[in-house]
């Protein structure tokens, strides 16, 4: 009796199937691997942030002090680059670690001078440069190479840059001098009335003819360019001066702080923590949103407050915050 046969085909059908079976469970298992194992990486990566988060940010200088124009952040640029204090931490970003010098917040972001990050190509002196990304690029506007701007202001919204310039570079001789147009151009300063060095200069938010400087006799204020100064303080020191971002005051201290109000000149004091007495207020911020206001020593201590000047906190304590 002959014994019937299956055709080939019909033995490979249930082979195939089972091969596909095969694939498809080896699959699902590789993707459910792959899907723990990104689990476990973003775990670990988010725990990690947080421990890097909870660690003290320490910077040995304080060469600035500015918000962010959205208000939620202030920046303070030192030797290590840009540090970041936002929602009650302080960071340090990912990006270029410059040596800013003349840090000056405008409203689309700021203006700068000082030393290159050594990572990049840039010169050895930055010149006058600007960043709108908050600080992952910079443009150059003037003197590459040539200069490195300590004493330097920009209007917050006027854009007008105000500089000392200590040395001569290939288009200017040492002396006090401005641009309104990002470089492209320079007009002298005359500085006449001041009794003494600048220590610190600060451009009005608004009119690019106003401008103000600190100095070791006292505030002095110009509606000219800078040309004229008049003495807007008695004659003790002051250290450090800054225009608010809206254009009715400007704020001025050396051990306290005070406020002149420009419509009518009048002169108040703020509530500032008591100061060491070998202290001093070394630099000033007004948040452009809401009533904050920020001040550094050259303690390295770093005062928060949220009330316009009532009230203040502590956010960094020589140096470490």
Request: hydrophobic residues 40%.
């Amino acid at each position: 009796m002959s014994s019937q046969k299956n055709p080939p085909q019909q033995r490979l059908q249930p082979t195939a199937a089972r091969l596909s079976r095969t694939l498809i469970v080896g699959v699902v298992v590789i993707l459910v691997g792959l899907a723990v194992l990104v689990a476990v990486y973003l775990l670990r990566s988010n725990s990690f942030q947080s421990q890097v988060a909870a660690q003290p940010v320490q910077f040995p200088h304080i060469h600035g002090l500015g918000f962010s124009s959205d208000g939620d952040s202030l920046y303070v640029p030192a030797h290590i680059g840009l540090i970041v204090y936002n929602n009650n931490q302080w960071t340090i970003p990912d990006v270029p670690k410059h040596d800013y010098m003349g840090y000056a917040a405008v409203d689309d972001g700021f203006y700068s001078s000082g030393h290159p990050d050594l990572r990049t190509d840039l010169p050895v002196r930055l010149g006058l440069v600007k960043s709108q990304d908050e600080g992952r690029t910079l443009t150059t506007l003037a003197f590459s190479g040539e200069s490195d701007l300590h004493t330097m202001a920009a209007g917050y919204n006027s854009h007008a840059v105000y500089i000392i310039n200590s040395e001569p570079n290939s288009q200017l001789t040492a002396g006090m001098y401005y641009t309104l147009d990002d470089g492209q151009t320079w007009n002298e300063s005359l500085a006449q009335g001041i009794a003494s060095s600048p220590i610190q200069i600060a451009a009005h938010a608004i009119e690019d003819s106003v401008v103000a400087v600190a100095t070791d006799r006292g505030a002095y204020f110009s509606s000219d360019y800078g040309n004229t100064f008049t003495l807007i303080s008695n004659s003790e020191p002051i250290s450090a001066i800054a225009f608010d971002p809206d254009g009715s005051r400007l704020l001025f201290g050396y051990q306290r702080l005070y406020t002149q109000n420009l419509a009518d000149s009048v002169v108040s004091t703020l509530n500032l923590p008591t100061l060491s007495a070998n202290d001093a207020i070394l630099y000033i911020a007004v948040n452009p949103i809401n009533n904050n206001i920020a001040v550094a020593t050259t303690n390295l201590d770093i005062f928060l407050s949220e009330d316009d000047g009532q009230m203040w906190r502590q956010i960094a304590r020589q140096g470490v915050g």
